[in-house]
Nanobody, 115 residues
Framework: QVQLVESGGGLVQPGGSLRLSCAAS????????MGWYRQAPGKQRELVAV???????TYVGSAKGRFTVSRDNAKNAVYLQMNSLKPEDTAVYYC?????????WGRGTQITVSS
């Protein structure tokens, strides 16, 4: 059974930092590209960052320069370090594991950026 479990969400002030974690089980983790997506209220889910199985990283939009995605294949975990957080970063953040036509999602963790 595949499980992706996100953690590390919460309430943070503008300009603050958070580190999200995603623990994976039930997959051969090192083979999967791992992505972080987010969905704000009333908006579509969007890609934030992805790290390929080989470690190549890609960032989308406002994540560039502020967020860092990393993975630890020994721990079957992927992380998202988020700095200089803005109110517009408020969303539910989801972890995704993808290889070929296989794609799995976590249940998400809420990030709220507010003073």
């Amino acid at each position: 059974q595949v499980q992706l479990v996100e953690s590390g969400g919460g309430l943070v002030q503008p300009g603050g930092s958070l580190r999200l974690s995603c623990a994976a089980s039930g997959i051969n983790f090192r083979l999967y590209a791992m992505g972080w997506y987010r969905q704000a209220p009333g908006k579509q889910r969007e890609l934030v960052a992805v790290i390929a199985s080989g470690g190549t990283t890609t960032y989308v939009g406002s994540a560039k320069g502020r967020f860092t995605v990393s993975r630890d294949n020994a721990k079957n975990a992927v992380y998202l370090q988020m700095n200089s957080l803005k109110p517009e970063d408020t969303a539910v953040y989801y972890c995704n594991a993808r290889v070929e036509h296989y794609s799995y999602w976590g249940r998400g963790t809420q990030i709220t950026v507010s003073s």
